[in-house]
């Protein structure tokens, strides 16, 4: 069942789709910086550099080669941001549409479109009205609604607002209910970082000599949610730490669990609870503005890129930029893949219990055909042998 992801940037959406054992066949993306290592990451995937506005559905359907059983992505979000000048004349708005544009022209089972808490407010409400009105006629629509991340177990309070669609002539709607069925716990920071402490550098692969390379302590206690993270070789890259003058060290060093930093407003995080949702961030055409990271639980200074992963819900193996200021962009614009996951596996189980339910209808059309074959049979030969009887 071959998916498309439109806006795919580092491919935390793609991830959560392959966790739930679904095949994404095509990407598309602007932006070189924010895909640069999703190849790596998705080596089966095809990526293309193309412009969503300018991309049409008969192209999707030749690069895919067949059919599309799926398209998913979120349009950029800052001209719906809650925290953002929301500008009705924000070019990017646009994009929306076009997300739903190809979904008409592509016709797949099934569609999921991602985007900030702010597309569902009051003011933004004509321009995603007008983008669903493209599909409501062929699609079973379930949204807009908010969910959260780490109701379905990450460790991250990251709201999120999700639009899912599937063919009326397809499969029975997705409802509400088969979201709630796959909430779990949330994960604190503990549990995500824990078995990152002393964690050692070891010497970068020939393949990746930009990236750092670090090793986890095999001898210090993990948590179920950080043995799902974890690669085999217990490597990963990322976690080089920022180096903080011994001002903002004593500044951070006086901030508690849960507090904020007066000057730099960085939050600490709070061992049992959960991070604060994670930001971009913006890129050099619009000024270079590093995100607001959060300070270390225990450390005084802010976290790394590789804590950041890990409360977002990646995997270690899941590779982003060398750079800190690029790799956050990649992770504060990302679905976390923890909440991706259970929406795949919302989608992958209805549509299975859809096939069953097809199969086993067919299965007791079949037996009802069987019986009533053998009971034509029966009385053919009835009928015979009382008519040799009066012969």
Same mark, same amino acid.
């Given at each position: 069942m071959k998916l498309v992801e439109l806006f795919c940037g580092c491919g935390g959406f793609s991830r959560g789709a392959h966790d739930a054992g679904f095949e994404v066949a095509a990407a598309y993306d602007i932006d070189p910086i924010l895909t640069s290592s999703y190849q790596?990451?998705?080596?089966?995937?095809?990526l293309h550099h193309r412009d969503v506005a300018e991309l049409t559905g008969a192209q999707v359907r030749q690069d895919v080669g067949g059919?599309?059983?799926?398209?998913?992505?979120?349009?950029?979000?800052?001209?719906?941001?809650?925290i953002g000048k929301r500008d009705p004349n924000d070019p990017r708005r646009a994009l929306l549409g076009h997300f739903f544009r190809i979904v008409a022209e592509v016709r797949p089972v099934f569609f999921v479109m991602e985007n900030v808490r702010g597309l569902a407010y009051p003011s933004a409400k004509a321009a995603l009205d007008a983008a669903l009105a493209i599909v409501q006629d062929d699609y079973d629509?379930?949204?807009?609604?908010?969910?959260?991340?780490?109701?379905?177990?990450?460790?991250?309070?990251?709201?999120?607002?999700?639009?899912?669609?599937?063919?009326?002539?397809?499969?029975?709607p997705i409802q509400e209910e088969h979201l709630k069925a796959l909430e779990r716990p949330?994960?604190?920071?503990?549990?995500?970082?824990?078995?990152l402490m002393g964690a050692t550098p070891i010497a970068s692969p020939a393949a990746m000599p930009d990236f750092d390379l670090w090793r986890i302590d095999a001898s210090?206690?993990?948590? /179920?949610? %950080? #043995?799902? &993270?974890? =690669?085999?070789?217990?490597?990963f890259t990322g976690h080089r730490t920022t180096e903080h003058t011994p001002k903002v060290v004593e500044r951070f060093a006086a901030v508690?669990?849960?507090?904020?930093?007066?000057?730099?407003?960085?939050?600490?995080l709070d061992p049992a609870g959960q991070c604060p949702t994670?930001?971009?961030?913006?890129?050099?055409?619009?000024?270079?503005?590093?995100?607001?990271?959060?300070?270390?639980?225990?450390?005084?200074?802010?976290?790394?890129? /590789?804590? %950041? #992963?890990? &409360?977002? =819900?990646?995997?270690?193996?899941?590779?982003?930029?060398?750079?800190?200021?690029?790799?956050?962009?990649?992770?504060?614009n990302s679905v976390s893949p923890v909440i991706?996951?259970?929406?795949?596996?919302?989608i992958r189980d209805r549509l299975k219990a859809k096939k069953l339910r097809r199969a086993t209808l067919h299965l007791v059309s079949s037996q009802k055909r069987g019986r009533l074959a053998d009971l034509r049979a029966s009385r053919r030969g009835s009928m015979r042998r009382r008519s040799v009887a009066g012969r």
């Open positions: 790596i990451n998705f080596p089966n995937t095809v059919e599309v059983f799926g398209i998913f992505g979120g349009p950029p979000c800052q001209g719906f941001s809650e629509l379930l949204g807009p609604k908010i969910w959260d991340a780490s109701t379905f177990g990450a460790a991250t309070k990251r709201s999120r607002m999700f639009v899912i669609g599937v063919r009326k002539d397809r499969c029975a949330a994960a604190t920071v503990a549990d995500a970082l824990g078995d210090l206690p993990v948590s /179920r949610y %950080a #043995a799902a &993270l974890r =690669g085999d070789d217990l490597s508690l669990p849960g507090g904020y930093d007066k000057v730099g407003r960085h939050p600490r994670l930001r971009a961030g913006t890129g050099a055409e619009l000024g270079s503005f590093q995100s607001v990271r959060p300070i270390h639980p225990t450390e005084h200074r802010v976290i790394t890129v /590789r804590e %950041a #992963a890990r &409360l977002q =819900g990646f995997p270690d193996n899941h590779v982003f930029h060398p750079t800190v200021w690029h790799s956050f962009r990649m992770i504060g991706a996951k259970a929406v795949f596996v919302a």
